[in-house]
């Protein structure tokens, strides 16, 4: 009786035990789904109002102000080279120097017929002059007299060309001649660039025709040069509008006194527009570009909880790391700057600012 009392209680004992078991692990499981997933941490900044320089960014090219390929007017035999590849040369400086060995003995010979020519008129003229000849031998003696003189101009020409000179002053690229060649009327000799100043040329569309003048300064930025800006201003705006594109040609002059600036450079530049006062701006990268639109994660607080909600906005331009708001936030608004990429509409968070990305970036 003692031992069936005993094994009845043990039954019990764990029938009584599994129930309670069972009920504690509902319990646990229950608390722990109350409880949610952790707060995600971000970093948060606020809409601020800033001055801004509003800007028309384009891409374009580098292109000489001046810049041609020297080349040989007359035939000859190359005497003597006075430059070197990549040399400066100063206007007029003489480059190449052909043979006039044999041009310069028919120049004597032609300044002989020259003195005969005005010896035989001199006489003819005396002669006209006492009515003792007719008056055409005279005109006849001062026409040889004219034409000797003009194969003598054209003689001289002929070796001036010979004497090949820089027609500016500017760059010299790479030498393509050798003394003792034969050069053809049109034989290239060397490339000749001036370099200061410098033109850069871009297109914008038409619908900012209005906005652009002669003069307007902007700023260049090429990719040998990241860290470096070059000014300049609006040389001059193509008077029709091309088609294909739509868009205005524009040429922009630019100092660069140190030649860094090189033709078929690819040119970032910068139209500078008038300032505008107050412009809402976030950092670009707490914006989140969709097919659909730009949102960011705008920071809600309540009953000491924070939260954040979806928010779609307009932007428009970016200008070192910070995006123009155009609507949708107001200024002071706490947005997620970073972390957002894990966030789900309505999640909790926690604020962590301390580490500053924007600091760090100008560090590097």
């Known amino acids: 009786m003692i031992k069936r009392l005993a094994v009845v209680l043990v039954f019990l004992a764990l029938v009584f035990g599994g129930v309670f078991g069972w009920k504690y692990l509902q319990m646990q499981k229950q608390a722990a789904a109350n409880m949610g997933p952790p707060p995600a941490?971000?970093?948060t900044r606020r809409v601020t109002s800033e001055r801004w320089q509003p800007v028309l960014e384009a891409i374009g090219s580098i292109t000489p102000m001046r810049g041609v390929v020297v080349a040989a007017e007359v035939p000859g035999i190359i005497r003597k080279i006075y430059f070197d590849s990549g040399q400066h040369v100063d206007e007029g400086e003489l480059l190449v120097e052909l043979d006039v060995?044999?041009?310069r003995a028919e120049l004597?010979?032609?300044q002989a017929d020259r003195r005969l020519a005005e010896i035989t008129r001199n006489r003819v003229a005396q002669i006209v002059s006492d009515n003792l000849g007719p008056r055409s031998e005279l005109d006849q003696a001062q026409a040889r007299l004219d034409r000797t003189e003009a194969e003598i101009a054209a003689k001289q020409a002929m070796i001036r060309k010979k004497a090949i000179r820089a027609p500016?002053?500017?760059?010299?690229g790479i030498r393509i001649i050798n003394p003792g060649q034969y050069l053809a009327p049109g034989d290239e000799i060397v490339q000749l660039v001036g370099l200061d100043p410098i033109y850069a040329e871009y297109s914008l569309p038409e619908r900012y025709l209005s906005?652009?003048?002669v003069g307007q300064a902007l700023t260049v930025r090429v990719q040998a040069y990241p860290e470096s800006v070059f000014e300049g201003s609006i040389y001059a705006i193509s008077p029709s509008i091309q088609t294909a594109?739509?868009?205005v040609r524009i040429r922009a002059l630019l100092s660069n006194p140190d030649g860094r600036l090189r033709p078929g450079m690819f040119a970032e530049v910068d139209t500078l527009l008038e300032e505008r006062d107050r412009v809402l701006t976030l950092p670009e990268r707490a914006v989140t570009y969709n097919p659909y639109g730009e949102s960011v994660f705008v920071v809600n607080e309540a009953d000491g909880t924070r939260t954040v909600s979806l928010t779609q906005l307009?932007?428009?331009q970016v200008r070192d790391g910070r995006v123009e708001i155009v609507s949708g936030l107001d200024e002071g608004t706490e947005v997620v700057s970073d972390g957002h990429n894990k966030l789900r509409n309505g999640q909790a968070i926690s604020v962590d600012n301390s580490v500053d990305p924007d600091a760090l970036n100008l560090r590097q």
Do not use: P
Not at 168 to 172: P, S
């Open 245 to 247: 594109s739509r868009s």
């Open 108 to 110: 004597d010979a032609l």
């Open 168 to 172: 500016f002053a500017g760059e010299l």
């Open 41 to 43: 941490v971000v970093s």
């Open 101 to 103: 060995e044999v041009d």
């Open 314 to 316: 307009k932007t428009g």
């Open 211 to 213: 906005e652009l003048h």
